[in-house]
């Protein structure tokens, strides 16, 4: 089972990592420069939850955004247990 929000999709994110030295212009230096950019992965705040949905229980990987969409109230027949 691939961790993927079951409802909303959200999935690991490729993005860059940059270091900058130097002071900023706006604080009196000569400004900022980029010293490094790496890849790094930013991972969803992914939890495991039973929902109900067609009255059949099962565990899925849902957001914090997609728990909350739920307490809220069903959303396409899918209901927190």
Do not use: D, F
């Not at 400004?31 to 939890?47: H, Y």
């Amino acid at each position: 089972m691939s961790r993927v929000c079951y409802l909303t999709g959200k999935k690991n994110m490729v993005v860059n990592s940059v270091v900058r030295r130097g002071k900023a212009r706006a604080a009196g230096g000569v400004g900022r420069k980029t010293t490094g950019i790496t890849k790094r992965v930013q991972k969803p705040n992914l939890q495991k939850k039973t929902i109900l949905e067609g009255g059949e229980a099962r565990q899925v990987w849902l957001s914090a955004k997609a728990i909350r969409m739920l307490n809220r109230g069903p959303v396409n027949g899918i209901e927190l247990v």
